[in-house]
């Protein structure tokens, strides 16, 4: 029966952990400390003692956690590991782009990989330019790969869920500026939802704004504070990028003529970029050029005046779209 | 045990097997150069030992993973030539119906578990398949197909320490052919043993004769026995040689004056003749080995030349579940 419990992001995720594992004798859950220590997050507490040698700590070892996941998956496991920093994938993205994403493909259908992959990302205060980086473009760019990224406890709690419950491999970025945020209300319980689907954080008619992660904090508060100007902005939230809801977007930007992308990985050849493109294609017509708010095409400075100085917050997404608003 | 399984039968058997991966290359080549098989191509003549005696010990339940340079891993595990030949034609027949090629195919209903392109990327998918095997009841083993160069790759690294810390029951056959691609692996390390390094990771390690499908099945069927009873992982150097390019169209620069003269000495065809004979088995038999063998694959030939093209239609599906 759904419960609701008062739960910080963090605790979320373990709720959802604990639910998986409960429910799904074939979930394994594995990775650098996320046994015994029960994550460096804490995401994984408790659990190894509940589940004993279904939880379990793994040497340092990115390839062989992912690759070990990915063949575990192939044999009905359902392995759900952790990437302890987003930064980290990049010494084994092999297991992911070239092994996890082409099992189904090239088997026609007759191998899978249900794994999922638990990672984290974003810029915080004082971490270095190997802990700041936000990769989800990497994975969007790879065909078979399914992508979200939770911004909400209930997120936290429905999204590892839901990709714990899909038949493809699934990327979940987790945000750690999040994990020991306010506790929030949290359905717990409630049925599994198939993955996709957006959030309309607020409906508007004179600009769309898409946004994702961590941003999106930063972006309600940038519609709020635009709000009180008089310009009546839409907020689409995606907190799952594959599948992307093209069709909400799209109509939502055909419906304002104005659009605003805010991501807080770098411009070139991020996510936004994409967004920007299919509206193109789509052919829709705009009242002003769109605009993507996003780290400038640099590496990211740990001292956090630095890291300020170019991390765009709510100040640059109203900026953004008061510049929409007045070019036309 | 029965004539038929030690002694010359055995023997008898595994010249025909050896013959049957030989032919298979042999075919596959002649396409390529043909131009009916397009590609990059790798092929294993002169190493069809290490599958022949590898296979022999495995159960239907286990599984095997091999590298680009797999098609007789593939038909020692079972897949008919035909479906082989029919991929790396682009038949709709072929055993994935296109789309692996002849370097990433897979074919997990014969206990086949995949090529793969990327040089040691096959041992982190078989931890995988050993670790499924301890819930599920199996107790697969898994056996991970990979060269010397792989030994050089930070994901095998990884995999035979990860194995070890936890007992999988892995077995990493390394096919030390004395060659990563080009490259002599001797020039590439300072200690050229390669199953040395297996007592680093607190493992058992040996090189063995690759060449010879008898000491290939006794060894690998020790130590499939041994991590089945959860002894942990194995590391087995098979030393043996590629008669040919490390693709079709290798200049093969690399090659010492006589060296495949040399090698041709060596290889499992003309050892196993030579010990047949030695143990004067009629000619008859020992021809039969080869025309059995040659008849199978020039039907499969047949067979995949005559199936339809793969369907440009189905090409999108199967990207998601």
Redesign the interface.
């Known amino acids: 029966m759904p419960e609701t419990r008062k739960l910080s992001y963090g605790e979320a995720a373990n709720a959802a952990l604990r639910r998986a594992l409960e429910e799904r004798p074939?979930v394994?859950l594995y990775g650098e400390d996320v046994g015994v220590p029960g994550g460096v997050f804490g995401v994984s507490k408790g659990l190894r003692k509940q589940f004993g040698d279904?939880v379990f700590d793994?040497?340092i070892?990115?390839?062989?956690i992912?690759?070990?996941?990915?063949?575990?998956?192939?044999?009905?496991?359902r392995?759900v590991v952790e990437i302890m920093w987003t930064d980290f994938f990049l010494?084994?993205l092999?297991?992911v782009v070239?092994?996890a994403a082409?099992v189904?493909?090239?088997?026609?259908?007759?191998?899978?990989a249900?794994l999922t992959i638990r990672t984290q990302q974003g810029t915080a205060p004082g971490s270095c330019a190997q802990h700041s980086q936000s990769l989800e473009a990497f994975f969007l760019h790879t065909?078979?790969i399914?992508v979200c990224m939770p911004v909400t406890a209930q997120d936290a709690y429905d999204l590892l869920l839901s990709a714990i419950g899909?038949?493809?491999p699934v990327v979940v970025i987790e945000n750690r500026t999040l994990y020991h945020g306010a506790k929030q209300e949290v359905s717990l319980g409630g049925p599994v939802a198939p993955i996709g689907g957006l959030r309309t954080r607020r409906t508007g008619t004179t600009a769309t704004v898409v946004t994702w992660g961590a941003l999106s904090l930063q972006t309600v508060a940038a519609a709020e504070t635009l709000a009180q100007e008089g310009h009546d902005v839409e907020v689409l939230e995606t907190p799952w990028l594959d599948p992307f809801p093209w069709d909400e977007v799209l109509a939502s930007v055909a419906r304002t003529g104005r659009l605003v992308v805010a991501h807080e990985a770098n411009r070139t050849g991020g996510f936004g970029a994409e967004v920007l493109a299919r509206v193109a294609e789509a052919g829709i017509a705009l009242a002003a050029p769109p605009r993507r708010v996003a780290v400038p095409d640099l590496r990211l400075p740990a001292a956090p005046g630095l890291a300020a100085a170019v991390v765009p917050g709510a100040d640059q997404i109203a900026a953004a779209v008061r510049q929409l608003v007045a070019a036309g | 045990m029965t004539e038929s399984e030690t002694g010359t039968g055995a023997m008898l058997r595994d010249l025909r097997d050896v013959w049957r991966i030989r032919l298979l290359e042999e075919k596959v080549r002649d396409l390529r150069l043909g131009g009916d098989i397009v590609g990059s191509v790798h092929l294993c003549i002169g190493q069809e030992a290490g599958p022949v005696g590898a296979c022999s010990v495995l159960e239907p339940a286990d599984?095997l993973f091999a590298t680009y340079r797999g098609h007789g891993w593939a038909l020692a595990r079972g897949v008919p030539a035909a479906a082989i030949l029919a991929e790396l034609l682009g038949r709709a027949t072929g055993v994935?119906?296109g789309?692996?090629g002849s370097a990433?195919?897979?074919a997990?209903?014969y206990g086949f578990?995949?090529e793969?392109?990327?040089v040691g990327?096959g041992?982190?998918?078989?931890?995988?398949?050993?670790?499924?095997?301890r819930?599920?009841g199996t107790g697969?083993v898994?056996l991970c197909v990979f060269g010397d160069g792989a030994m050089n790759q930070?994901?095998v690294h990884?995999?035979m320490?990860?194995a070890a810390?936890f007992d999988l029951p892995v077995v990493f056959v390394c096919e030390n052919n004395e060659y990563s691609e080009l490259t002599p692996i001797r020039d590439m390390v300072r200690n050229d043993v390669l199953a040395d390094r297996a007592r680093a990771y607190g493992m058992l390690g040996e090189r063995i004769d690759g060449n010879d499908p008898a000491v290939v099945r006794d060894r690998v069927g020790d130590a499939v026995q041994s991590a089945r009873e959860g002894g942990g992982p194995v590391l087995l150097e098979l030393m043996t040689a590629r008669l040919v390019g490390h693709y079709i169209g290798d200049a093969e620069q690399y090659r010492q004056p006589g060296e495949l003269e040399r090698l041709a000495e060596n290889e499992p065809v003309t050892r196993l003749q030579a010990a047949l004979r030695a143990a004067a088995v009629p000619e008859s038999d020992i021809a039969a080995a080869h025309d059995d063998a040659a008849h199978e694959i020039e039907a499969a030939a047949r067979e995949a030349a005559a199936a339809p093209l793969a369907d440009a239609e189905a090409v999108r599906?199967?990207?998601?579940?």
Do not use: K, W
């Not at chain 2, 599906?317 to 579940?321: F, G, I, T």
């Open positions: 074939e394994l279904r793994t040497p070892s990115e390839s062989a992912l690759g070990s996941a990915v063949g575990a998956a192939m044999f009905g496991r392995p010494v084994a092999d297991q070239n092994q082409n189904r493909y090239v088997s026609e259908g007759r191998l899978t249900p065909p078979g399914r899909c038949d493809d | 599984a994935n119906g789309r692996g990433h195919f897979t997990p209903e578990h995949g793969n392109s990327i990327a041992a982190p998918l078989a931890l995988g398949a050993a670790l499924a095997g819930f599920d697969r898994a930070g994901a990884e995999s320490n990860f810390a599906r199967h990207v998601h579940a």
